[in-house]
């Protein structure tokens, strides 16, 4: 608490001393101190203005401009006077500075903000002007492009911008002639083609690249919108930016288009694996899964792994491509006793005749979740025509022909042979 005191009474003093002090400042120059409470003055007007005290921050800052003369202590001490909103008093203290000497860039460009925010736009246009006119800075037309967009004389700022543009081609004096033009003068189609223009010749900069993303995105333009995205990912290769491009395509319903990108970026392999399934891909699928099994340890991945090993197999009979499926599958099921890896594995055995008993033991495990599952049924009646139990299977095939999904190519061939095992059984008889 004394500390406390003991440095409010010293900023107290300070601000005494910054009031009564009208002594013309010395011609010093550098980093180095000139007094041996500098520091202690900067980092009380600094704490001050932290705590947005910027009159108290601005009499400090003054202080230690008249003791050392450097003008970096000038321009925060006024401009702690504009964010006190004591624009007049930053405008009459500059005025007593400069004696209209506009070669005094920085103190100009403070007036010119005190005049706008005091509403004095005249003044602080003609100020403005013979600025750029001395300065020819980048900065400073954009500050009287700013003063004219104010005075809604739109046609003059984009007059100058244009001007200050052709000279290097400035992104940021671009950007704000794409504004006028887009939203003040509403000429829309212009202010996308001058940003297209720039963006072919000199590159779509992050700047550039979002402001076009803005007027697309306004516009409803998804080709542009695709096509602006795809060149600010070359630049900023973001998860962020990767997933909009994916969504792009995804309203599009390129899926080629979105495969191709997301197989040269990498940045969704769970979007990358559901393409490769719906276009029956699946030996990349097999790819794609086991790698996501291995960095995520989440087994329906090694499911899906081991169904899209078999499906891509060429040979339905190779023996080692069934043991390596078998295997996953028995690795799934330890944990996740899911009905559709419960009867694939299950349907597998018996197809290959690997151990049918054990297959309809799996399929029968599977239809406890769901009873009236085409697939499940037809699987479980495959199963007991292995055995050679066809009246058992026909029966269950009664069922699954009264319902949906009947007419499935595989499950009409079942039907056919179940139904052929059982007159040649009664042939025998």
Known sequence: MYNFLKSSLFIALLLLISGCSSVEPPKIKGSQKVFEDEDFYILSALTLEENRDHNSSSKIFNTLYIKTGKKEYLYRSLRNDLAANQNERAINRIDEIILDKIEEFELVRIKIIALVRAEKLIEAKELAIKLVASSNSVDDYLLL??????????????????????????????????????????RKKEAIAQLETHSRIHGCSKIICSKLIGFYSNDNNVDGLLSTYLRLYKIDSSKDIGEKIVQIYGYKKNYE???????????????????????????????????????SGDVTYLGQSAIFEYESSVDKSDKAMHKSVIAKLQEVIKTNRDGMYLNYLGYLLIDHDIDVKKGIEYIKEALKGEPNSIYYLDSLA??????????????????????????????VKHIEMIRECIKNKKGKK
């Open 257 to 295: 288009k979105m495969i191709e990108f997301l197989e040269e970026n990498k940045i969704n392999n769970e979007i990358l694996l559901q393409l490769y399934i719906q276009t029956k891909r699946y030996k990349k699928a097999v790819s794609i899964a086991t790698e996501l099994y291995n960095d």
């Open 382 to 411: 495959w199963g007991y025509y292995k055995l050679g139990d066809c009246q058992r299977a026909a029966k269950i095939m009664k069922k699954v022909e009264k319902m949906d999904g009947s007419s499935n190519e595989e499950v």
């Open 145 to 186: 492009s700013d003063i004219y967009v104010k005075l809604k004389q739109y046609e003059t700022a984009l007059k100058y911008l244009e001007g200050a543009y052709i000279k290097d081609y400035n992104e940021k004096i671009l950007e704000k002639m794409a504004v006028v033009l887009y939203v003040n003068l509403e």
